[in-house]
C-alpha cells in the first residue's frame, strides 16, 4: 500500500481504463506462477538468505551477488527514492492550506526525507516500537482504499464512462497492453519479501505459498475497485496542456477523489492514512535493507564493515547508513521531481525481474541436477508455471514504458546501475572470495551453515537485534 503503487495504478487507469485492467490482470497472472517458483525455491532452502541462496545453489555467487543486490539495493535505489519523495507529497495534497504552504518552497518531498532519517535514526538505536504495528497500518490503508472504493461505485457517478475503467478496450494493438504491464506488475512485486521469515515459521511450506497468493488476490481486488471508483468519481481533466498531464496521472487526484466521496473528512482520513503507511514502508525498508546486506556480508559477499553491529544496540550500523544515505541522497540530486517518479518506478520493476528471472532459472536448474532433494512443496504442472512468468517478465521488460514515455528515461540509469553490480558481483568472486563464480553451491552447505550454531566460525559475532 506503497505511496508509488498508489500513484501508479491511478496513472495506469488514467492513461489505460480498461487497457491497464487487462495489463493488471496479465501481471497478476504471471505473479501467481512466479509465487509458485519462490514457494519450491522456500521449501529447498528455508533459510533467511532468500534469494541470494536460491541463485547461489542454482546458478553460483556471481549470479547470486548480481540477483540479490538487484532485488533489494537497486530496488532501493529507484522504489525507495520514489517513496520517499512521494511518501509527503502524497499526503499533504490532502491539507490544502499546509500544502500550499510548504510547496511554495518546494518542499513537501522533503517530509519523505524526514521519515527516512527518522526511522534510520530509530532502527540504529533499536528502538522496535513502530515495527510492531506496521502490519495493522498497512491493513488499514488497505482498508482504507476498499472503504473508499466501495463508496465511490455506491453513491452517484460523477463521471459518464464508456466502460467500467474509463476507456474502452482497445485489442488492436496488443503492444499497447504489453507497454502498460510493467506499470500493472509494480502493484504485485514484492511479495516474495516473506520468504526470509522461512525458517520462523511452523509449516513453512504450506504457510509461504498461502500467504503469497492471498496477498496478490488482496491487492488485486483493493486496485480493481479503486481504479472503477476512481474513474466514474474523478474526471480525467487536462492539467498540464505543454507535457499532455491529466488529473489522475499526478497526485491531485488522490484529494479530488476523497474530497467527492466524503469531503473534507475524507481528504483529511486518505491524508493521515497515505503518511501513516508510507512511514510504515519507509521503516519496513529502514529495517529490512541492512539486514539482507549484513546476511550477504556474513557470507563473504560484501564488504565485512556491513556485518559490523552496534557493540550497544547490536543492529547493522553501516547497512542502514548505505539505506538512508541512497534514498535521501537521490531525491536531492532530483530535487523531488515527481516526473521522475515513474521511471523511477519502472526501472525497479526491472530489476525486480531481473531477480526473479534468476530465481526461476535457479528453481529449474535444480530440478534438472537435484531432483533427490526433498521438496515439501512442489510448483505445480512444472515447468508450465516457469514458462508463464518468464516469458511475461521478458516481455514486460522489453515493453516497459507506457505511451508517451521516452525508453532511456528508464533503461539506461537502469542498465547503467545493473552493469556496476555485476562488475562488482565478478570482480568480488574472483578476486576476494577467490572462487568459481559460476560454479553452484552445493544446497547441503547452505542448510548446514544457516542451521549451525555460528554462521561464520572464524570470527565470533554477535547476535543481530531483531529489526522485526
Given at each position: 500500500m506503497a505511496s508509488p503503487v498508489i500513484l501508479t495504478v491511478t496513472s495506469g487507469f488514467g492513461i489505460g481504463g480498461d487497457t491497464f485492467a487487462l495489463a493488471m490482470l496479465i501481471s497478476f497472472i504471471m505473479m501467481?506462477?512466479?509465487?509458485?517458483?519462490?514457494?519450491?525455491?522456500a521449501a529447498i532452502l528455508?533459510?533467511?538468505?532468500?534469494?541470494?541462496?536460491?541463485?547461489?545453489?542454482?546458478?553460483?555467487?556471481?549470479?547470486?551477488?548480481?540477483?540479490?543486490?538487484?532485488?533489494?539495493?537497486?530496488?532501493?535505489?529507484?522504489?525507495?527514492?520514489?517513496?520517499?519523495?512521494?511518501?509527503?507529497v502524497m499526503a499533504l495534497v490532502n491539507f490544502e492550506n499546509l500544502n500550499t504552504m510548504i510547496e511554495s518552497h518546494n518542499a513537501s518531498w522533503m517530509v519523505g526525507v524526514g521519515l527516512v532519517i527518522t526511522f534510520g535514526l530509530l532502527n540504529a538505536l533499536g528502538i522496535e516500537a513502530f515495527s510492531k504495528v506496521e502490519i495493522v497500518l498497512t491493513f488499514?490503508?488497505?482498508?482504507?482504499?476498499?472503504?473508499?472504493?466501495?463508496?465511490?461505485?455506491?453513491?452517484?457517478?460523477?463521471?459518464?464512462?464508456?466502460?467500467?475503467?474509463?476507456?474502452?478496450?482497445?485489442?488492436?494493438?496488443?503492444?499497447?497492453?504489453?507497454?502498460?504491464?510493467?506499470?500493472?506488475?509494480?502493484?504485485?512485486?514484492?511479495?516474495?519479501?516473506?520468504t526470509p521469515m522461512a525458517p520462523e515459521i511452523?509449516?513453512?511450506?504450506?504457510?509461504?505459498?498461502?500467504?503469497?497468493?492471498?496477498?496478490?488476490?488482496?491487492?488485486?481486488?483493493?486496485?480493481?475497485?479503486?481504479?472503477a471508483s476512481i474513474s466514474h468519481q474523478v474526471e480525467n481533466v487536462l492539467v498540464d496542456a505543454e507535457n499532455n498531464i491529466r488529473l489522475l496521472e499526478?497526485?491531485?487526484?488522490?484529494?479530488?477523489?476523497?474530497?467527492?466521496?466524503?469531503?473534507?473528512?475524507?481528504?483529511?482520513w486518505i491524508?493521515?492514512?497515505?503518511?501513516?503507511?508510507?512511514?510504515a514502508t519507509i521503516n519496513t525498508l529502514m529495517a529490512a535493507v541492512p539486514r539482507i546486506l549484513y546476511g550477504m556480508a556474513l557470507d563473504g559477499a560484501l564488504p565485512r564493515i556491513f556485518a559490523y553491529l552496534h557493540p550497544r544496540f547490536k543492529t547493522p550500523i553501516f547497512g542502514i547508513l548505505v539505506a538512508v544515505m541512497i534514498p535521501c541522497l537521490h531525491a536531492f540530486i532530483i530535487q523531488g521531481d515527481l516526473s521522475r517518479i515513474m521511471p523511477l518506478v519502472l526501472a525497479a520493476v526491472c530489476a525486480w525481474c531481473v531477480a526473479y528471472l534468476l530465481v526461476t532459472c535457479s528453481v529449474i536448474l535444480l530440478r534438472i541436477r537435484r531432483p533427490d532433494?526433498?521438496?515439501?512443496?512442489?510448483?505445480?504442472?512444472?515447468?508450465?508455471?516457469?514458462?508463464?512468468?518468464?516469458?511475461?517478465?521478458?516481455?514486460?521488460?522489453?515493453?516497459?514504458?507506457?505511451?508517451?514515455?521516452?525508453?532511456?528515461?528508464?533503461?539506461?540509469?537502469?542498465?547503467?546501475?545493473?552493469?556496476?553490480?555485476?562488475s562488482y558481483a565478478l570482480f568480488w568472486t574472483l578476486c576476494v572470495q577467490r572462487v568459481n563464480p559460476f560454479k553452484p553451491v552445493p544446497v547441503e552447505l547452505v542448510l548446514s551453515h544457516t542451521f549451525a550454531k555460528g554462521e561464520l566460525p572464524e570470527v565470533k559475532l554477535e547476535p543481530l537485534r531483531s529489526l522485526v
Open positions: 501467481q506462477a512466479q509465487v509458485t517458483t519462490f514457494a519450491e525455491a528455508p533459510t533467511s538468505g532468500s534469494v541470494y541462496d536460491y541463485i547461489s545453489c542454482g546458478m553460483g555467487r556471481f549470479w547470486a551477488i548480481t540477483g540479490a543486490l538487484s532485488a533489494y539495493l537497486i530496488v532501493h535505489i529507484f522504489a525507495g527514492t520514489a517513496e520517499t519523495i512521494l511518501s509527503g488499514c490503508m488497505w482498508s482504507t482504499l476498499v472503504i473508499f472504493s466501495i463508496c465511490g461505485l455506491l453513491i452517484p457517478f460523477a463521471v459518464p464512462l464508456e466502460s467500467w475503467f474509463g476507456e474502452r478496450l482497445n485489442l488492436s494493438d496488443p503492444l499497447a497492453v504489453l507497454s502498460l504491464v510493467g506499470m500493472a506488475m509494480f502493484m504485485f512485486v514484492g511479495c516474495e519479501l516473506v511452523k509449516n513453512s511450506a504450506r504457510v509461504i505459498p498461502r500467504a503469497m497468493m492471498t496477498g496478490l488476490c488482496g491487492v488485486a481486488f483493493c486496485m480493481c475497485i479503486y481504479g499526478t497526485p491531485m487526484a488522490i484529494p479530488a477523489f476523497a474530497g467527492q466521496v466524503m469531503g473534507d473528512f475524507g481528504k483529511y491524508g493521515i492514512g497515505l503518511l501513516l503507511a508510507g512511514a532433494l526433498h521438496r515439501a512443496y512442489k510448483s505445480p504442472f512444472f515447468p508450465l508455471p516457469q514458462i508463464i512468468s518468464s516469458v511475461g517478465i521478458i516481455l514486460a521488460i522489453i515493453h516497459i514504458t507506457p505511451p508517451g514515455m521516452n525508453p532511456s528515461d528508464v533503461y539506461i540509469p537502469f542498465a547503467i546501475i545493473l552493469g556496476l553490480t555485476a
